[in-house]
């Protein structure tokens, strides 16, 4: 429940502190006094979006607070999600600065807005006066029957299965049309990895045969230019290898004479053994360098299919094609193996249908169920308010064979008529706004017990009523509030008089500014509120008295 509620800096009010009660709490005052401005601060700390216009002072930033207890509603799972510090007397507050930056804090922990926003759908249910709107909304009218029904965990659980259904039906569906495509796609991709497996690629083929062809290309030169060095070193007169060993006979016939030329002479004939080294390896790759035309042929051929392949495939090397048939591999061995998938989805597919299917029965089950009990109860309080002849007459449609949506396979309508004789048709065409008015706070207080919100709010919903019905509207939140927290704003002195605590909300000018004020009455201003509220501003004695006969009224 909402046990105080901070304001400073929005709109008219500069700073206010309200402390309620737990039971019924009356808000009265003049038209435009400041009632719903009070709401409104109140729905920024339920996660409302602020806009920083309606601040009282634009150089101060705007602070709502509400201090909420949650004993026994059950509120620990949220806050553990949510990486929350729960706590039975939790805070919640809003900062807003006049440049529009809001922060948001449950328990000095910052929080996004959505965070906040869920939290507050959970302890408050605030109904005003153009709520009744709602009442034709078809998926309200389900919640109405599912909140009745209880049916909030198994609701919960279909949803999450339903999704799964949908998503595994999305998946089979796109499944089954890209095995479609690829079985059509399956000859093309089949003779472009036939292609690539019978080339037999491997990796670094290619350098190898682009150097080989460059020597086949050349190989007559290769061997002119060999057998030059041969002739050079061996063949000529004088050659290279004799005037080496010519060069170290002398060398050796002059060290005797000086120790220091033996080292050139070792030098030498080194040198001569390293000649004739080479001598010998050009003699073994000239007499291997053979102009072959039929090996140049087939590397020539073999480079000509590789190149091919690389242009057909739009690639530069052999390694990006062995790439290539590889992944066509996988593509057909996917194709090869998609019908086992579908198959499999399927399956699963199959399975999810029979878990909605079931769940979708057991949800028609509780709503069949729950129906006479939402029209008894709603018809009773009706008759309470002074509509003994009202019916409400609760239509479930199932949707075609096969088809859910995300509520099951039930829709629901609200068929209703006010008058004896009258056929009862959708709200929207046969009731006034007073017996809307009456409709919902009918509907609200039956939803309302079977519901974990700590504290529901009416702002107003009294339009269209007046005298004796208006004080069984009174009595209805009266009775409401021994079972969860009410917070009614109310022009009618007969709802008023319920109030356990009764707060005055008045304009106050000083200085030439005007703010919003609110006060707690004790008795004998509650009973000159409410002869205020009877007759005017300047109340006579039967006003009075009939304001404490209202108030003491048994």
Do not use: W
């Amino acid at each position: 429940m909402l046990k105080r509620l901070a304001i400073k800096n929005y709109a008219l009010i500069d700073n206010l502190d309200i402390s309620f009660s737990k039971e019924l709490n009356i808000m009265t005052g003049e038209t435009g006094a400041g009632k719903s401005i009070i709401l409104g601060a109140l729905a920024l700390i339920l996660g409302q979006r602020a806009e920083s216009k309606y601040f009282f002072n634009q150089q101060k930033k705007c602070v709502i607070e509400g201090i909420f207890l949650l004993n026994g509603f059950q509120l620990n799972e949220f806050f553990a999600e949510n990486d929350l510090d729960y706590d039975l007397e939790t805070v919640l507050r809003r900062e807003i600065s006049s440049d529009g930056k809001t922060r948001a804090f449950i328990n000095d922990t910052p929080v996004q807005l959505s965070t906040l926003k869920k939290l507050g759908e959970k302890l408050i249910d605030v109904h005003s006066q153009h709520a009744t709107l709602e009442i034709n909304d078809e998926d309200f009218q389900l919640l109405v029957i599912d909140t009745v029904a209880g049916n909030q965990n198994l609701l919960n659980n279909y949803r999450e299965v339903f999704k799964s259904f949908k998503r595994a039906q999305t998946q089979l569906k796109d499944l089954i049309s890209q095995s479609e495509q690829s079985k059509s796609d399956l000859d093309y991709f089949q003779f472009q990895f036939d292609e690539l497996n019978k080339a037999n690629l491997f990796e670094g083929e290619q350098n190898e045969l682009e150097r080989e062809l460059d020597s086949l290309t050349h190989a007559e030169d290769i061997k002119k230019s060999l057998l030059s060095s041969i002739a050079v070193l061996s063949q000529n007169e004088p050659s290279a290898i004799l005037q080496i060993k010519e060069a170290a006979v002398s060398l050796a016939n002059a060290e005797k004479y000086n120790p220091e030329i033996n080292s050139l002479t070792e030098r030498l004939n080194s040198c001569l053994i390293e000649v004739k080294d080479i001598l010998s390896e050009i003699e073994r790759i000239e007499q291997s360098s053979l102009i072959n035309e039929a090996r140049l042929e087939k590397v020539s051929d073999r480079l000509d299919l590789i190149y091919s392949l690389q242009k057909k495939h739009r690639v530069g090397s052999e390694n990006e094609l062995i790439t290539i048939r590889d992944e066509i591999s996988n593509k057909l061995n996917s194709i090869l193996f998609a019908d086992e998938d579908i198959e499999k989805l399927k399956a699963e597919v199959d399975g999810l249908y029979k878990e909605v299917l079931n769940l979708s029965i057991q949800l028609d089950k509780t709503r069949t169920e729950c129906i006479p009990k939402v029209e008894t109860q709603v018809m009773k309080t009706l008759t309470e308010i002074g509509m003994p002849n009202a019916v409400l007459q609760v239509v479930k449609d199932t949707l075609p064979e096969g088809k859910f949506d995300q509520n099951g396979n039930n829709q629901i309508r609200f068929l209703f008529s006010a008058n004896k004789g009258q056929v009862p048709l959708p709200m929207n065409k046969v009731a006034s706004g007073g017996e809307l008015s009456r409709l919902m706070l009918s509907i609200k207080s039956l939803i309302a017990v079977h519901t974990a919100l700590p504290t529901i709010i009416f702002d107003e919903i009294d339009t269209g009523i007046s005298g004796e019905v208006a004080l069984k509207v009174g009595h209805i939140m009266e009775r409401l509030s021994k079972s969860m927290q009410v917070i009614a704003i109310t022009h009618l002195p007969q709802i008023a008089s319920k109030g356990d605590t009764h707060f005055r909300v008045y304009k106050h000018e000083k200085d030439e500014i005007t703010n919003t004020n609110i006060t707690k009455l004790n008795e004998e201003e509650r009973i000159l509120e409410l002869a205020k509220m009877l007759s005017g501003d300047n109340p006579g004695e039967s006003a009075i008295q009939n304001a404490r006969e209202l108030l003491f009224k048994i």
